[in-house]
C-alpha cells in the first residue's frame, strides 16, 4: 500500500466558485527540472476530461411559459374571428415564431424550444388534436393551450427538451 501525501491530493483538486460543489481535476504540470527527465513527456501526463454539471441553472418555468401563450391567443384570436384559409398557416407561422423567441427570451439554461401551433375551421364537428413525443418526465416539459369560438379552434403546444 503506498501513501499518498494529502497535500499533493489536495493541490490537485478544484472546487467551483459557482456555488456548486462540483469536484475536477487538472492534469500535472511539467516542472523546469523536470524538462530533462526522459521519462516525462507531453504524451504521458494524464488529461482529464472536464466535468459537467448535470442540472439547469434556470430550469423551464411552465407558469411562464403558460402566459406567453395565453398573450399571444390574446393577440391573434376574439369571439368575432373568422376562420380563413389564406390566413391560417401565415398565423400559425407568426405565433409559433413569436412564442419561440418570446420563452428563449427567458434564457432557460439547457433547454430546446419546441412550438406547434394548429388552427382548424370549426364546422359543428368535434376536434381532437394529440401531439405525441418521447420524453424524460423529469426534466423535459410542454405546456398547452386552446382557444375556441364559433368559427375555429386554435390550439399551441411547447415543448422544452433538456439538451445536455
Do not use: W
Not at 48 to 70: G, H, I, Q, W
Amino acid at each position: 500500500m503506498s501513501y499518498v501525501d494529502e497535500a499533493s491530493i489536495d493541490e490537485q483538486i478544484y472546487e467551483t466558485q459557482d456555488g456548486y460543489s462540483i469536484l475536477s481535476f487538472y492534469p500535472a504540470e511539467i516542472n523546469e527540472e523536470d524538462i530533462d527527465d526522459p521519462n516525462i513527456s507531453e504524451e504521458n501526463i494524464i488529461k482529464y476530461e472536464n466535468t459537467y454539471r448535470m442540472e439547469s441553472k434556470n430550469p423551464f418555468d411552465e407558469r411562464l411559459a403558460k402566459v406567453v401563450l395565453k398573450t399571444e391567443i390574446e393577440n391573434h384570436f376574439n369571439h368575432e374571428t373568422k376562420y380563413d384559409p389564406n390566413e391560417a398557416i401565415q398565423t400559425c407561422c407568426n405565433i409559433s415564431f413569436n412564442v419561440r423567441n418570446k420563452i428563449r427570451e427567458m434564457e432557460f439554461d439547457r433547454y430546446k424550444i419546441v412550438c406547434i401551433v394548429g388552427i382548424v375551421e370549426k364546422r359543428s364537428q368535434g376536434v381532437l388534436s394529440k401531439v405525441k413525443f418521447l420524453r424524460d418526465t423529469t426534466k423535459d416539459k410542454y405546456v398547452k393551450t386552446k382557444f375556441e369560438n364559433n368559427n375555429l379552434v386554435a390550439t399551441i403546444v411547447v415543448g422544452a427538451l433538456y439538451h445536455e
